[in-house]
Each structure stands twice: as C-alpha cells, then as structure tokens.
C-alpha cells in the first residue's frame, strides 16, 4: 500500500499571475485599498490637448481574446513633452500631466480602453523628430517577460518615424498603427502570435 503524502501539493506554474492584479492594480482584483487606482490617470483633467479614446483586445496565437492583460502606457503631452527629468524640457510639461497610465482588460470580454490626450511629436536620441506614439508595456498569462510596443495614429504621418522606418517588412509596420473609428476614438488590437502579429520591440 503507498505511503500516504503529507505535504501541500506545487501549485500550478504562473508567470504574470494570478497576483499581478491584486499587487499592481488591486481595484481589478477586488480589493477597494485606494481612493484611486494607481496609473488609471494619464493626462490629468487640466493637460491641454486634443482628447482621445483608445481601445483594442490582445489575442493569443488562435485569435481569441486574452483577458487578463495588465497594460502600462506612457507618452507625452500635446507639445511632445514628457514628465521625466530626462527630456530637457520637462519643466514646461501641462499641468497635471503624468504621462502614464495602467490599465487593465475586462475579465469578461478582453477589451481594454484609456482617455488621455493625443501626445506631440517628440525629438529621438538622434535628433530626428518621431511621429505622435504611445508606448506601451504588456503583461499577462503566458508571457515570461513583459512586451514591449508602440502605438501610432493613422492620421498623423507616420512615414519619417525613425523607429517604424528600423522594421525591415514593410507590410508589418501597420500593426503600430491605430485605426480612427470615430473623431476621437482609436482602436489598437494586439496580436502576440499569428498572422498580423504585432511588432515588438526589444528596449
């Protein structure tokens, strides 16, 4: 007869979760510990600017939405300025302007959405000016490493962006690109695997 196994059993393999919410966004968790959920605030009420809407899904390798994404976002002000002492002019940057934001996809449907202000165009390391973009930082159930891309507007032009002109195929440098749905409103699906994979870059 075997002899009875008096220890926990492992617990299941995880990489961005099942606590990633609970110590990054805990609202999303179910845990009411702040007034306001850390990053949900990414321009400020008082940011000049024209404002927008983004939303979008992540789909796996299959197409289906993946539904427990924690996404960071991090951009510039309306003048192409950013809030970090790193970028000279950072003391001229809107008031109120924190320039990222945490976000998280709908546990039931995947899709995930931000208000903020369309960003500037902003200077590159090397001096040439880069098109208006939201960086973004993803994470979740699969990823051993967090993802990192960028997001651009298809009414802005695009064609001189030192970073979307690096990706050799041209036919992939649309899946930066987000679709205006309606005035003010931009749609940005992410594709980890699979045909029309987004671009990711290595930072």
Known sequence: MPQPLNHLKESASQTAGPYVHIGLAPGAAGFDIYRQELGQDIAG???????IRVE?????????????????????D???IHPHPEDPRHADCAPGFRGWGRIITD???????????KPGSVM??????MAPHISLWIVARGLNIGLN???????????????INLIEHVDRRQ???ARKV????????????????TVFLDI
Do not use: C
């Open 175 to 177: 899946t930066l690109v």
């Open 124 to 129: 590159g390391r090397n001096g040439l000016p």
């Open 45 to 51: 009420p008082d940011a000049p600017g024209e404002r």
């Open 56 to 76: 979008g899904i992540v789909l796996d390798g299959t197409g289906a939405p993946v539904k427990d994404v924690l996404l960071e976002a991090w951009q510039a």
């Open 149 to 163: 891309t960028r997001m651009y507007f298809e009414d802005e032009d695009n064609s001189a962006d030192p970073v």
């Open 182 to 197: 309606a005035p003010g409103h931009f749609r940005f699906d992410i594709r980890l695997q699979g045909d029309g994979e």
């Open 107 to 117: 546990f039931d449907t995947g899709l995930w959405g931000f208000d903020t202000i």
């Open 78 to 80: 309306a003048a192409g």
